[in-house]
């Protein structure tokens, strides 16, 4: 844990190996988490439209595990945001959301 998902604009201009260990990279650099429980993965929607006026977007989506204080939550995503911000132009939509998981429910093998 955690759980990494990217989800990005058809037209966004950048390798998807780039995003996927920039966002992956910018996660291990919190020190929030054992480097080998971190899972990154990147969906690309075949079409958007954002209310913005931009045409590109990536949003990504962090799932945790209950445990996490909300100002390491911000840490988090100011850091996963400034690598955004980074690798990508300003004409891109950006947002990042970590996300608590409910350890009750929650399973795993």
Same mark, same amino acid.
């Given at each position: 844990m955690p759980h990494i998902i990217i989800e990005h604009s058809p037209t &966004?201009?950048?390798? #998807?190996?780039?995003l996927l260990? $920039?966002?992956?990279?910018?996660?291990?650099?919190?020190?929030l988490f054992d480097i080998t429980t971190i899972k990154t993965r990147l969906i690309e929607y075949q #079409?958007?439209? &954002?209310g913005d006026g931009k045409k590109d977007f990536v949003h990504v989506q962090i799932h945790l595990l209950e445990g996490r204080t909300q100002a390491q939550k911000q840490? @988090?995503?100011? @850091?996963? @945001? #400034?690598? &955004?911000?980074?690798? @990508? $132009?300003?004409?891109?939509? &950006?947002?990042?959301?970590?996300?608590d998981l409910d350890p009750t429910i929650y399973r795993k093998n």
């Open positions: &966004l201009q950048i390798d #998807a190996s780039e260990s $920039s966002v992956h990279q910018s996660v291990i650099d919190s020190t #079409a958007c439209l &954002l840490i @988090l995503s100011e @850091l996963v @945001l #400034a690598r &955004l911000q980074h690798v @990508l $132009s300003d004409s891109v939509s &950006l947002s990042v959301h970590p996300y």
